[in-house]
């Protein structure tokens, strides 16, 4: 019988007891995931800076440490890449780089997402975004099934399925919800209005965006990054999705 090597969780932890951190359990060295406002007009702009060495990211690894406070203990690590999709204003799948930094203390990871990704997505915020704004107005306009609906914004560029835009939806709604305390700080949200179904939640996404300033359907990157870097800036975490670290 072939011999097993150890698990996972007692690797790291025999490598984070040589480094000498103290280890307590698996959620004290989870790694995270932080929102990194990347500075540039489009998502594939930055990709390209990345690999070609252009970014200058010596002030984050050079700040206080997200993971143990200390400043000055980050230091880089191999990236990693993501698959994204985009579909406004045009269609595009490319791979995007994660820059990831290693916390020297206890052994965890620091991965920069751009802002506009969210956690465990392929499609891009705005463009999730979008698709919710188009699908309620198309409610508005008498289509009546999630199925109709999405056939209209589907084509042959993309896999949308109903199943994922129903998902974005559950995901934005809970994003906005969870984020309203900090939001009503600087917009006005005294309209916003809980929704039941998918015709309710789309259109309590649409509110919230009306409410923070997005006119319209978001068409590329350059209408989101404004809410997007407003709540991470004070917060720390994603409107749009849920960092590993904040996962059960």
Not at 44 to 51: G, L, P
Not at 193 to 211: F, I, N
Request: charged share 25%.
């Amino acid at each position: 019988m072939a011999r097993q090597g150890p698990s996972t969780e007692n690797a790291l932890e025999a490598r984070l007891r040589q480094q000498g951190a103290s280890v307590t359990g698996w959620n004290e060295y989870r790694d995270i995931q932080q929102p990194y406002d990347t500075g540039f007009a489009t998502i594939w702009e930055y990709a390209e800076a990345v690999r070609l060495r252009e970014v200058d990211f010596s002030a984050v690894w050079e700040g206080k440490c997200p993971i143990c406070g200390v400043r000055g203990c980050l230091r880089r690590i191999p990236s990693y890449e993501r698959t994204v999709t985009e579909l406004f204003p045009e269609v595009r799948t490319g791979k995007v780089p994660v820059v990831r930094l290693l916390c020297r203390k206890t052994g965890r990871t620091v991965s920069l997402l751009p802002l506009e990704l969210a956690p465990f997505h392929r499609y891009t915020v705005p463009t999730m975004l979008r698709i919710l704004v188009l699908l309620h107005g198309l409610f508005g306009r008498g289509v009546q099934s999630l199925e109709d609906a999405v056939l209209d914004v589907v084509t042959d560029d993309n896999d949308l399925t109903v199943g994922v835009v129903g998902r974005w939806s559950d995901v934005a709604v809970r994003g906005l919800s969870r984020g309203h305390a900090e939001l009503r700080k600087e917009y006005d949200l005294s309209g916003i209005r809980s929704g039941t179904g998918l015709r309710g939640r789309t259109g309590e996404v649409v509110a919230y965006l009306d409410a923070c300033g997005v006119r319209g359907p978001p068409a590329s990157a350059a209408e989101v990054p404004p809410l997007l870097q407003s709540y991470s800036r004070t917060t720390g975490r994603f409107l749009v999705g849920r960092a590993t670290q904040d996962r059960g």
